[in-house]
């Protein structure tokens, strides 16, 4: 399967670009959603979880105390890093499976906030990078999630700079609300289309 990785820095609309790759009949992996999915249901993960961060990581339903865990994990790098050791290895395995179940599909996405800082990148054949500049994002995300520009901030300063990123990148589509996504969109489908027919 032509596998390709898409990913950007907190609020860059990286999910909003994958809507429109879903609206051409790409499907799309949200490792997001899959995280949060194996970190209730996968029971050795949650173990680990609790172990790592307290019993308080889950509410009393068993659901994830997102808040607990973000507050730890975005103000220590170390916790973060713990996180992730814990969390991705399953994610992976997820994303593993569910390529097997993508049929009649030229090309799959794999959209990932971290693509780049956990190694997924390397298994996708070409990544792309939702560039878009601080000041949109953390408006974007303050408006969405009701959050603070000093938390927006936070996360951010746990990802690999946009700087670094656009030199990892095969790829890259411009959201700050000056240049049109959908025909930046189009024109990387049918470059994928080609690379999948001559492969
Ligand atoms: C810490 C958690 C519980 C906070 O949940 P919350 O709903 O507040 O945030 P959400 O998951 O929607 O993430 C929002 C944004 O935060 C940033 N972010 C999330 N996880 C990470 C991470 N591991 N490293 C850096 N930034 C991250 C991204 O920009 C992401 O898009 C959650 O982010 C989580 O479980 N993270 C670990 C899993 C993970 O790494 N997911 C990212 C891709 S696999
Ligand atoms: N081109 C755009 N025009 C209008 N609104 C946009 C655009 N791009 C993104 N947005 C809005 O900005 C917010 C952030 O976008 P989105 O959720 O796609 O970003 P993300 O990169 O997936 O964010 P996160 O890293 O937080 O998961 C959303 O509310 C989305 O609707």
Redesign the pocket.
């Given at each position: 399967m032509f596998k390709i990785g898409i990913t950007?820095n907190?609020?860059?609309?990286?999910?909003?670009v994958c809507k429109v790759f879903e609206v051409l009949g790409i499907p799309v992996f949200y490792s997001?959603l899959h995280a949060k999915l194996v970190m209730v249901e996968d029971k050795e993960l949650v173990a680990g979880i609790k172990q790592a961060f307290g019993n308080e990581a889950y509410a009393a339903d068993q659901s994830l105390n997102r808040k607990h865990i973000a507050d730890i994990v975005f103000n220590n790098q170390q916790q973060l890093e713990k996180l992730n050791a814990l969390v991705h290895p399953a994610v992976f395995r997820a994303f593993d499976k569910w390529v097997i179940q993508q049929k009649n599909t030229p090309y799959v996405l794999k959209e990932t906030?971290i693509l780049f800082e956990s190694g997924s990148y390397k298994m996708c054949d070409r990544n792309i990078l939702?560039s878009a500049p601080l000041e949109n994002r953390v408006q974007?995300?303050m408006?969405?999630d009701g959050v603070t520009a000093q938390e927006v901030i936070n996360r951010d300063s746990r990802q690999l700079s946009e700087e670094k990123k656009l030199t990892m990148a095969d790829d890259v589509i411009i959201?700050d609300?000056t240049q049109l996504?959908i025909p930046q969109v189009l024109r990387l489908h049918k470059l994928y289309l080609s690379i999948a027919a001559d492969k």
């Open positions: 950007g907190i609020g860059s609309g990286k999910t909003t997001d906030a939702v974007r995300v408006q969405r959201n609300d996504v």
